[in-house]
T-cell receptor, first 116, second 116 residues
Framework: AQKITQTQPGMFVQEKEAVTLDCTYD???????LFWYKQPSSGEMIFLIY??????QNATEGRYSLNFQKARKSANLVISASQLGDSAMYFC?????????????FGSGTKLNVKP | GAGVSQSPSNKVTEKGKDVELRCDPI?????LYWYRQRLGQGLEFLIY????????KSGLPSDRFSAERTGESVSTLTIQRTQQEDSAVYLC??????????????FGPGTRLTVT
């Protein structure tokens, strides 16, 4: 089974509107971390936001927030007030500790296009 | 401080030749990851190092791929007898498990490998 599933290969959003990028995950661990990364066309991977499995409140970082629904195993990224510079690939990832080791799993990504 | 660096940034090689890709992680980061990203695709996990040992080599596509890490620092990914399907961007990331589960991966700029 896929550990991280991103079902939206591509999304369009109008500038200044909000957009939600979907992510579901699969784990039997109680302790895990969820991450979102942005990859612009330049190719660099930029860390955006983190949510811990025990965090009771949704994480927020500026215009980014993570809609964490633990029972549904979903960790959707919400970008408010979209900007043209938000056009990029977005990857959801999960960190799953395995004894003393830490493995990351990445989804297949969502390509976001912000229209002027 | 310095981030993750990778060299070369671009490599063009002929089919059948061997190539070595280098990654210098952030100083003090004990965990190091290699990923492959084909054009327009997501991240494909290759191998993970904890210190100098590789507890997870499950992602290496074939026995033509190998990796090593020395001094809990530099890592080299070697591809022998390159094939055209090896053409991709190879990304390296480092992380510090000591920072707890919320410690994200820091990515290098990648090496773009083109096999002709």
């Amino acid at each position: 089974a896929q550990k991280i599933t991103q079902t939206q290969p591509g999304m369009f959003v109008q500038e200044k509107e909000a957009v939600t990028l979907d992510c579901t995950y699969d784990t039997s661990d109680q302790s895990y971390g969820l991450f979102w990364y942005k990859q612009p066309s330049s190719g660099e991977m930029i860390f955006l936001i983190y949510q811990g499995s025990y965090d009771e409140q949704n994480a927020t970082e500026g215009r980014y927030s993570l809609n964490f629904q633990k029972a549904r195993k979903s960790a959707n990224l919400v970008i408010s007030a979209s900007q043209l510079g938000d056009s990029a690939m977005y990857f959801c990832a999960m960190r799953e500790p395995q004894s003393n080791f830490n493995k990351f799993y990445f989804g297949s990504g969502t390509k976001l296009n912000v229209k002027p | 401080g310095a981030g993750v660096s990778q060299s070369p940034s671009n490599k063009v090689t002929e089919k059948g030749k061997d190539v070595e890709l280098r990654c210098d992680p952030i100083s003090g980061h004990t965990a190091l990851y290699w990923y492959r990203q084909r054009l327009g695709q997501g991240l494909e996990f290759l191998i993970y190092f904890q210190g100098n040992s590789a507890p997870d080599k499950s992602g290496l596509p074939s026995d033509r791929f190998s990796a090593e890490r020395t001094g809990e620092s530099v890592s080299t990914l070697t591809i022998q007898r390159t094939q055209q399907e090896d053409s991709a961007v190879y990304l390296c990331a480092s992380s510090s498990p000591l920072g707890g589960i919320g410690y994200e991966q820091y990515f290098g700029p990648g090496t773009r490998l083109t096999v002709t």
